[in-house]
């Protein structure tokens, strides 16, 4: 679909083939859709990219629309990484083993929740920080997430594409002394950014039934709508089976969900996050 002029909105019949696209049926009427909401409705990941290289003003103009993002009481806890050295994105890609995709990409970013700045802040005035707890853990964690949501979104209206990567944080040393990260400052997810060689379909997304709680919060249809949202998906490729287990017959979106969910996984974050000075009492 061709992206409208600045300013114009889809017409019905366009805004109506984005939301199926997102949900694989129509389960509302949507509004007139201007432009920027288009762009989040057809958004997709991109693991595929050119080598052309990003220039530096549009990077610029990017992390600036990152930083554009909301932040909890304005304390701005987070901090992107910002790496072009293709050999540091190959040993992201190396240590992960299951994305070589990752070595396409001309940037990795990685974004960090970022408690030390805070620290230091205080510091400078001569006052004590008195937050080191898991409710700032969160923040800072809400915060980084917040602006690489909002840096996905700038990407993708400067005709760049992206695809976050949570493994990240099963290779935290490795981030850690790739970046020279301080205590106080831990990864929460990376994300690849260049020029889209191909984007990825559509994803569609359960059902707003299953995800919107309107006053109150009901999830009793959240099993009645599986084997719909599960059709819709295509054949789910097995997991991880060394991982996760043998593949299911059939197995489907849930059934996936349920194998990655039953093993745990990170089991050593809060020991790795305690000895970067970061308290989760």
Known sequence: MTAPAPGATLS??????LIRARYGALPFTPAEVPEALAALLGRSVTRRYTADPVPDALLDTVLAGAQSAPAKSDLQQYSILVTRDAAKIAAVADAIGTMPWIKEAPVLLVFCGDVRRGRRVCAHHGRTHANDSVDTFLNATADAALAMGFGIMAAEHAGLGTCPISYVRNHLDLIASLFGLPDGVFPVAGLTLGFPAARNATSPRLPPSVVVHRERYDDSGLVPALPAYDSLRPPAKPRYPEVHGPKPEGCAWSENAARQLSVPERANLRTW???????LD
């Open 273 to 279: 996050l305690a000895s970067k000075g970061l308290n």
């Open 12 to 17: 019905a019949m366009d805004a109506e083939a």
